[in-house]
């Protein structure tokens, strides 16, 4: 499995379940990534990204966007594409 840094979480909304990410490489709906932080991982589909509250397809670099996660994460964790 190959994987290339995509993002980093900046910060976490536990009640909604949405991680703020700043965008390092671009990312689209249907992309497979890997959340990892220093003592967990996870992999999910991205299936929601939303920028100002309005829903994106894809997120370029240097954007930040809001990304619904399936479970808590926390800031600095780094999101890998995987391919």
């Given at each position: 499995?190959?994987?290339?840094l995509?993002?980093?979480?900046t910060h976490f909304y536990n009640h909604i379940g949405v991680?703020?990410?700043?965008?390092?490489s671009p990312l689209k709906i249907g992309d497979t990534v890997l959340i990892e932080g220093p003592s967990?991982?996870?992999?999910?589909?991205?299936?929601?990204?939303?920028i100002d509250n309005k829903s994106i397809k894809q997120a370029k670099?240097?954007?930040e966007i809001g990304l619904k996660v399936d479970k808590e994460v926390?800031?600095?964790?780094?999101l890998y594409k995987v391919t």
């Open positions: 499995m190959a994987k290339k995509v993002g980093e979480i991680a703020v990410v700043n965008v390092k967990d991982s996870f992999e999910q589909e991205i299936t929601s990204m939303q670099a240097k954007q926390r800031n600095n964790y780094k």
